[in-house]
């Protein structure tokens, strides 16, 4: 018998798929080689140094058009391209705070060209006023490291609504009770120098794992509030075994008429002796429902 027709056409068919499916694999390489080749590494320090520089011109434009005089009014408009007829004032305001809450980077539309909008919050005092904290919008374009402001700063809102925190500390405990005096002697070991390691552990449970502060500036430490989450005495007595939640409010002093008033979030146990322990100072620290003022 003759094969050779049919060993022909199976070799004519085979011709005629290879081809295409010659291109279908190296269109899929070339394609795999694309999606699999590494993106080109972002030079993060000259990101961060250009984000720094930026931050900076903003801080000293604002403080400038703020705080500035009628004697720089020269300095400011080096600093800006606006196109209007401006002046300082001879009797600014005094700058004392500037922080920054916002800011927006774009790329402009040619290369190496790059607008930024700063929102910065400025705390101002005028002459004889009382001082406020207001939200300014400062908007300008970098090219090649150099800065040039494109409009002056605004006023802008800041955006966030401002809420309201419930405590979970709803109990009040008086401070010459049994909790109050091991609170106020915990407290004085803790926060001043003069007690050591020693005295802390007679009002601490084997829980506690902190040390006295080292190098506090504080001499003397008074308990001025203790709030519970839990009142005591309103459903049961507290019995061994008891486990609150406590916020104490204290005064440390450096002197009679220096002091700090700071609130310390603590666990406490009571111990099979009745006695009160403290095993933490609580953090994360709880809390309750938040609203919108």
């Not at 899929?28 to 030079?43: A, G």
């Not at 080096?78 to 001879?90: G, I, K, Q, W």
């Amino acid at each position: 018998m003759d094969v050779r027709p049919s060993f022909q056409k199976r070799a004519l068919w085979i011709s005629l798929i290879s081809g295409p499916l010659a291109i279908i694999i190296s269109v899929l390489t070339v394609m795999f080689s694309v999606i699999t080749r590494p993106p080109s590494p972002v030079d993060v320090y000259r990101a961060q140094t250009q984000s720094v520089r930026a931050e900076f011109f903003a801080r000293n434009y604002l403080l400038l058009w703020l705080g500035g005089s009628d004697r720089q009014d020269s300095r400011l408009k080096e600093m800006t391209s606006v196109d209007a007829r401006f002046s300082l004032n001879p009797d600014p305001v005094t700058v004392t705070e500037i922080n920054i809450t916002d800011v927006l980077r774009t790329p402009a539309k040619n290369v190496g060209e790059t607008e930024w909008a700063f929102t910065l919050a400025a705390s101002v005092v005028p002459p004889g006023g009382m001082a406020s904290r207001n939200y300014y919008r400062v908007t300008f374009v970098e090219k090649d490291g150099a800065f040039q402001a494109i409009v002056l700063p605004r006023l802008t809102f800041n955006g966030v609504t401002p809420i309201q925190v419930d405590t979970i500390y709803k109990g009040s405990e008086a401070l010459d009770g049994v909790l109050g005096k091991t609170i106020a002697n915990f407290a004085k070991a803790y926060l001043t120098p003069s007690d050591g390691e020693g005295s802390l552990g007679r009002y601490v449970s084997e829980k506690f794992s902190e040390k006295p502060v080292k190098g506090s500036p504080y001499t003397s430490v008074r308990v001025t509030a203790i709030q519970t989450d839990t009142p005591l005495g309103q459903t049961t007595e507290p019995s061994p075994g008891t486990t609150l939640e406590v916020l104490v409010t204290v005064r440390a002093m450096m002197s009679t008429t220096t002091y700090t008033t700071m609130q310390l979030p603590l666990r406490v146990t009571m111990t099979k002796n009745s006695q009160w322990l403290v095993d933490a100072i609580t953090e994360p620290v709880d809390f309750g429902n938040i609203s919108s003022r």
